[in-house]
């Protein structure tokens, strides 16, 4: 009963109803929200009265009649007084008759006194993640849900996402929601500058660049639209431009701009077309379609609060593989998710990596479907635990996973060739001025190996509420992360991270947010033992050499020496300048970039904006 009511008050006040001073009864919501029937609103009471309620609902008729209630105005604008047989009824007996109270307050009040638990739509506060996120986030969101999210009366799906906006309420835009129907369309801008100077003669150079995207969303809510309960689609398509400026100083392992590539050059790429349903209030998910692996596995709305790609949009040593599709990447796949408890989750799923995902060669616009570069069978699995600490309920998120695949893989190539062509993996010695044993095989290169894993611990706990006005969910969050890749195939073995949040800290901007975070990189070993076997031959010029006026790079990986290990520094503010706009001025210092101790540190100034149209 108490669920019900819960998702009752929230369906009718929604819709903004009103409860007026002066109506002689309370509206059919005034009702509902306290747990009965519509049709007991059309009696709302005999003889003009109003109905009696307790903290359980409305009384039964036996105690509404035959002794009517009385009300009487005692003064104009003051509490009404009701008496029944001449005596006054208690006050915890009745409704209290609101002066214009808004609805969604008037809800959670009600919620509060009937004792139920106002959970919201994802255990992240929505004012860190799922109202300033860029298109897409809300989606990933969902692995957070809480169980009966959905709507258990007619086993409906969770909410469609609806960020802040620019344009919140187009009237050709809520016509369609009202009928299960969301567009959404937005931009994420990230621009960023050295402001430091390059290593000298290996033809790098200070400088800066812009790199962002549009993004157009639909999300359909087929229950709303056709009748099918708890299912729902999900499209995004984006357009992007740009390239990280920290190429320009020869970093190649944790780009500056995290959101660039991979859009294929075209007006419009494909990511996501995929459906899902969701089943017995939320206990049970399942996604399938065009997807993105590292949606579900491996993530967090809170890395996106960065820029640097270290951990935004995943820990970046997910991707030294091609066959975890990473945004905006995606392959065909399914996914199963079950919440045994409110506070767990694990989640399985079977993807069908794809090469090429990320070039214009192969998938350019994100429509070919034909699975002709299939390459082997991906089977993640992700277990959850979703606790809340102390009296303040303090939200953490704790996530442990493992992603085998069967995919080829060889060291030192991000996208092999098919197996007619596996020779050309094979590196060597070549014929150069300073190089020696021309011809000679380099280690572990060559090699096919179709078995290859990543393994990840993530971890994020709030750790105080900032309570204000405007942020009753925001606070100081602390996260950590840990991800482990097989070596034998991987430039990054290992990446840890670990950062803090704060939303709500200052009063007088509730909606501002600060972060401050700290990425470390290593290099897998089979990595440093092929570089150092290519030194060893003579592969590398020395600096000024005429061999780095083409830009190019010696080495394994793209690297001008060996590497090792390498970290990030980070910190930003994002400012919440109007409804829809966010503006995120961002500094950033690397050490060792590339992992490559050859070169200097570097810093950086930038800013990240992010624009939600509607």
Not at 425 to 436: H, I, L
Request: with cysteine; aromatic share 12%; net charge positive.
């Amino acid at each position: 009963m108490a669920a019900s009511s819960m998702l009752a008050i929230l369906r009718l006040f929604e819709k903004k109803v009103f409860m007026r001073a002066g109506s002689s009864c309370f509206s059919a919501a005034a009702v509902v929200c306290l747990g009965v029937s519509s049709a007991w609103a059309a009696e709302s009471g005999r003889d003009g009265q109003p109905l009696l309620y307790s903290a359980q609902g409305a009384l039964s008729h036996a105690m509404q009649t035959p002794s009517v209630v009385k009300r009487t105005e005692t003064a104009p604008g003051k509490q009404a007084a009701f008496t029944r047989d001449g005596r006054t009824v208690s006050q915890p007996s009745v409704v209290k008759k609101p002066e214009m109270v808004n609805a969604e307050k008037a809800a959670a009040a009600y919620i509060h006194h009937m004792g139920l638990r106002r959970r919201p739509y994802s255990n992240y506060p929505d004012q860190e993640f799922g109202v300033f996120g860029e298109n897409g986030r809300e989606l990933l969101e969902r692995v957070n849900i809480p169980l009966h999210e959905g709507d258990p009366l007619n086993n409906d799906g969770p909410p469609l996402p609806r960020p802040e906006a620019i344009l919140q309420k187009m009237h050709w835009n809520e016509w369609l929601r009202e009928r299960g129907v969301a567009f959404m369309l937005d931009n994420t801008n990230e621009f960023a500058g050295a402001i430091t100077s390059p290593t000298k003669g290996l033809g790098l150079k200070q400088g800066s660049s812009n790199a962002g995207q549009y993004s157009l969303e639909n999300d359909i809510d087929w229950n709303k639209l056709a009748g099918i309960r708890g299912f729902q689609t999900h499209i995004i398509g984006v357009g992007r431009y740009g390239i990280p400026a920290s190429r320009m100083f020869g970093d190649n392992v944790n780009p500056s701009q995290e959101i660039y590539g991979g859009g294929g050059n075209v007006v419009f790429h494909l990511i996501h077309f995929y459906g899902e349903e969701t089943l017995w209030g939320g206990r049970l998910n399942i996604a399938a379609g065009r997807m993105s692996t590292n949606t579900d596995f491996a993530n967090s709305p809170i890395y996106c609060n960065f820029m640097n790609n270290a951990f935004c949009g995943n820990p970046k040593a997910v991707t030294d593989t091609y066959t975890r599709s990473s945004y905006p990447g995606t392959s065909w796949g399914a996914r199963v998710r079950g919440r045994p408890t409110d506070s767990t989750y694990i989640q399985v799923g079977i993807y069908f990596p794809e090469r090429g995902i990320y070039g214009v060669q192969e998938n350019r616009t994100g429509f070919k479907f034909n699975g002709a570069n299939i390459s082997g069978v991906l089977t993640p699995i992700e277990i959850g635990w979703e606790p809340e600490f102390g009296k303040a309920k303090l939200p953490g998120h704790y996530k442990f996973g493992f992603a085998p695949d069967t995919s080829d893989h060889y060291l030192g190539v991000y996208n092999p060739p098919n197996r007619r062509n596996a020779w050309r993996t094979r590196m060597t010695v070549p014929n150069c001025p300073t190089c020696q044993g021309v011809g000679d095989e380099v280690p572990g290169t060559g090699i096919r190996r179709n078995f290859n894993w990543g393994l990840w611990f993530l971890a994020d706990q709030m750790i105080m509420k900032n309570k204000t006005a405007d942020t009753l969910e925001g606070g100081l969050v602390a996260f950590f992360d840990a991800y482990w890749n097989k070596a034998d195939t991987a430039m990054r073995g290992k990446l840890y991270a670990f950062g803090l949040v704060d939303t709500g800290f200052w009063a007088a901007r509730p909606l501002d947010t600060v972060g401050i975070s700290f990425s470390y990189t290593g290099s897998s070993r089979y990595t440093r033992d092929a570089q150092r076997f290519q030194i060893a031959h003579g592969m590398v010029p020395a600096a000024g050499s005429a061999y780095y006026q083409s830009g190019g790079a010696p080495l394994m990986w793209g690297s001008y020496g060996e590497q090792r290990w390498g970290g990030t520094f980070e910190a930003t503010y994002r400012i919440h300048v109007m409804r829809g706009v966010t503006f995120a001025p961002d500094f950033q210092y690397f050490f060792n970039p590339g992992m490559q101790r050859v070169l200097k540190d570097a810093a950086m100034l930038g800013f990240k904006s992010h624009i939600q149209l509607f």
